[in-house]
């Protein structure tokens, strides 16, 4: 395939699966309406154990239906109703998280083929990083699914990475162009790769931090909400926790190892006082400050949250703001 058509391929692959993500957010927006409809009938429907009499002293189990608020007879869905109401609810999250696997599965394919357009790594612009750290926020997505049981993470990865990639569309967009003579080097792959990786994970901690602030503020909600299917704010101060921990050394090594040595072969410097390498180390601090508080002065809950997430604008600032705010002064501005 020709240059030109590997870049149509990566073009249409972006505009896919940007597609199949719109409709993972409906399965899973679908997902939520099922549960919230199920739910409150589900909670009124208690099981009655009583004693039983004469005849052998028995067991008697029942359930003692309530009216359903809203119901317009007065009389509420039947179990079976409601049970049928989980059970497509639970059928909606598997489609919801099926359709992001394939989702990210096509946004692998625009960033592979656009590196094959270019002949090279893609991300040599800002279009193209934006596109690859959307897709590790997926990847990461699916990988920690089981083991921190993020399904209720699904409507939110899945919007963030919609909107995101449309703004990247929309307003940074380009053309395969030939990289820069700073950026021809083989420290391009291993530093940016490692800062990708870390802001994917630094993007679904700081997710849950959010999450964690929003429960707090309304402890009481509506059962079937979205809000009463997260997990406790203990679980949630704990996913954000673990993922940023698990982002912190690989952030440290992008920014204060691989960094500095490729601005070396690249300026013959160490340290240039760019404003993306001081950003960069001030989100490094701000996440340093973040672990350090929790082990040390047993920060937990809204405090910990609060410092993650100015840790998580200082990093997207960092990618983007930097370009806008700074532009050519900035001898990343090409990043």
């Given at each position: 395939m020709?240059?030109?058509?590997?870049?149509?391929?990566?073009?249409?692959?972006?505009?896919?699966?940007?597609?199949?993500?719109?409709l993972?957010?409906?399965?899973?927006?679908?997902e939520?309406?099922?549960?919230?409809?199920?739910?409150?009938?589900?909670?009124?429907?208690?099981p009655?154990?009583a004693?039983?009499?004469?005849?052998?002293?028995?067991?008697?189990v029942g359930?003692?239906?309530?009216?359903?608020?809203?119901s317009?007879?007065?009389?509420p869905?039947?179990?079976?109703?409601?049970?049928?109401d989980?059970?497509?609810?639970?059928?909606?999250?598997?489609?919801?998280?099926?359709?992001?696997?394939?989702?990210?599965?096509?946004?692998?394919?625009?960033?592979?083929?656009?590196?094959m357009?270019a002949?090279?790594?893609?991300?040599g612009?800002m279009?193209?990083f934006?596109?690859?750290?959307?897709?590790?926020v997926?990847?990461?997505?699916?990988?920690f699914?089981k083991?921190?049981?993020?399904?209720?993470?699904?409507?939110?990865?899945?919007?963030?990475i919609?909107i995101?990639?449309?703004a990247d569309?929309?307003?940074?967009?380009e053309?395969v162009?030939?990289l820069?003579?700073?950026?021809?080097s083989?420290?391009?792959?291993i530093?940016?790769?490692?800062?990708?990786?870390?802001t994917?994970a630094?993007?679904?901690?700081?997710?849950?931090?959010?999450m964690?602030?929003?429960?707090?503020?309304?402890?009481?909600?509506?059962?079937?909400?979205?809000?009463?299917?997260?997990p406790?704010?203990?679980g949630?101060?704990?996913?954000?926790?673990?993922?940023?921990?698990?982002a912190?050394?690989?952030?440290?090594?992008?920014?204060?190892?691989?960094?500095?040595?490729?601005?070396?072969?690249?300026?013959?410097?160490?340290?240039?006082w760019?404003?993306?390498?001081?950003?960069?180390?001030?989100?490094?601090v701000?996440?340093?400050?973040?672990?350090?508080?929790?082990?040390?002065?047993?920060?937990?809950?809204?405090?910990?949250?609060?410092?993650?997430l100015?840790?998580?604008?200082?990093?997207?600032?960092?990618?983007?703001?930097i370009?806008?705010?700074f532009?050519?002064g900035s001898m990343?501005?090409?990043?």
């Amino acid at each position: 395939m020709s240059s030109d058509s590997w870049e149509l391929l990566s073009n249409q692959a972006v505009a896919a699966c940007a597609v199949v993500y719109f409709l993972a957010v409906l399965a899973h927006l679908w997902e939520w309406a099922l549960l919230r409809r199920a739910t409150p009938v589900l909670a009124v429907s208690a099981p009655l154990v009583a004693a039983g009499a004469g005849g052998g002293g028995g067991l008697t189990v029942g359930t003692s239906p309530s009216p359903l608020r809203g119901s317009p007879s007065g009389e509420p869905p039947s179990d079976t109703s409601s049970f049928e109401d989980q059970e497509r609810a639970d059928l909606f999250g598997r489609i919801g998280v099926a359709l992001t696997v394939v989702a990210v599965s096509v946004h692998v394919v625009a960033m592979v083929s656009r590196g094959m357009a270019a002949g090279r790594v893609p991300w040599g612009n800002m279009y193209e990083f934006t596109m690859t750290a959307t897709c590790f926020v997926g990847i990461g997505y699916l990988a920690f699914y089981k083991r921190f049981k993020l399904g209720w993470l699904g409507p939110i990865v899945t919007s963030f990475i919609l909107i995101t990639l449309m703004a990247d569309v929309l307003l940074l967009f380009e053309g395969v162009v030939p990289l820069r003579d700073a950026l021809d080097s083989p420290w391009l792959v291993i530093h940016v790769v490692a800062a990708i990786i870390a802001t994917g994970a630094f993007t679904l901690g700081g997710m849950a931090s959010a999450m964690y602030l929003v429960k707090e503020r309304w402890p009481n909600t509506r059962p079937g909400g979205y809000l009463s299917r997260l997990p406790d704010l203990a679980g949630l101060d704990r996913v954000a926790y673990r993922t940023q921990a698990f982002a912190f050394p690989i952030w440290t090594f992008a920014a204060l190892i691989a960094g500095p040595i490729w601005a070396d072969h690249a300026w013959g410097r160490y340290w240039n006082w760019d404003p993306k390498e001081v950003w960069a180390f001030i989100t490094w601090v701000v996440y340093a400050a973040y672990l350090h508080a929790r082990v040390t002065a047993g920060w937990r809950g809204r405090s910990a949250a609060i410092l993650a997430l100015i840790g998580l604008a200082t990093l997207w600032f960092n990618f983007i703001g930097i370009n806008f705010f700074f532009g050519s002064g900035s001898m990343h501005s090409y990043a």
